[in-house]
């Protein structure tokens, strides 16, 4: 489809930098009416002002949607990714690529209820987003026209896009504040939802330069944080948690909540150079407290409820799943499968966990469950009646039978 055939496009819209110029631009290059569409994930900031910049841009009224999506968030995405412990290359938690098959998702059903032929984002032709977007609309709907200004424009640097921005009358907010203390746009490139905040670019580019104390917006630093230890208690229920500290609280309220404890306490920063899609390597710096902790616990009540082979094999079976959402896959069948998979696993993992959290860390201090495998009368170091240790010594010859055979062999060669 060409740019003259596209009548209506859904532009993922934040308001900031990037999609106010990509919005004048769609309107001057393509001609074609856009419908904005802004997410409420919980990044900690209003939303509303969207709508403002949407009007002043010309945008009608009806042609601006603005949703709340935070519960389905947490409970449909992040949840269920925490149920297989996913983590990519050891340290991401995955907060920006979890949320934009949301995001995709719903830009395809506003494209379908306004007889949209097109949809827009305003990830760049270096990152991963572009992929996790364009995945998500086209797994949705094989037929959507999809534009990707940042593949087609020339106003590849922000120095551009600030002139365009300028030039076209676009108001840019300055919510960072610089080295003198006045406002200005923030030097670094930033995502946020309810799970994370992330960090790209300038300063960051070169992987040697510490990150500065200033850029970290939601965590306290671990030397400021409290010099008491504070004590919290997770419920789960399915493998999913249901309750701090005794209180049933809704998924997107229960994340909020231990964002809160998190960043108290300077728990969930990261430093990582990773390995992006498209083949180059990439350093971001992100803070997830909440989702840190949920880690911990969840694998925590995992050790008590699961059975050994089917906690080995779903560990086995993480790494693949992570890398599929850092890839853009939440639609493909094959990320459906392991969902299936992972999820039987966790008919079973319920009960609480008690964590400790000081100074940056999260130190699981107990677990219990009516489903707990543990069972202390065999586990004792002290006498038992339910263990016979002479049973160990046919279990451990059994085991070795291929290696006592193979050292009979190499002897007889001799």
Known sequence: MSKKEVKKVVLAYSGGLDTSTILKWLQDEYNAEVITFTADLGQGEEVE????????????????????????????????????????????????????????????????????????????????????????????????????????????????????????GIEIDKKHLDKDGNPAISPYSMDANLLHISYEGLHLENPNNEPEESMWLWTTSPEKAPDQAEYITIGYKNGDPISINGEELSPATLLKKLNDYGNKHGIGRVDIVENRYVGMKARGCYETPGGTIMLKAHRAIESICLDREAAHLKDEMMPKYAKLIYQGYWFSPEREMLQAAIDATQVNVEGTVKLKLYKGSVMVVGRESVNSLYSEAHSTFEEDEVYNQKDAEGFIRLNALRFIIAGQKKRSKK
């Open 49 to 168: 002002p969207a709508r403002t910049k949407a009007l002043a841009c010309g945008i009608k009224p009806e042609n601006i949607f603005i949703l709340d999506i935070k519960e389905e968030f947490v409970k449909d995405y992040v949840f269920p990714m925490f149920r297989a412990n996913a983590i990519y290359e050891g340290e991401y938690l995955l907060g920006t690529s979890i949320a934009r098959p949301l995001i995709a998702k719903k830009q395809i059903e506003i494209a379908h209820k306004m007889g949209a032929d097109a949809v827009s984002h305003g990830a760049t032709g270096k990152g991963n987003d572009q992929v996790r977007f364009e995945l998500g609309y086209l797994g949705l709907d094989s037929e959507i026209t999809v534009i990707a200004p940042w593949r087609e424009w020339d106003l590849n640097s922000r120095e551009k896009l600030l002139a365009y921005a300028k030039k076209n």
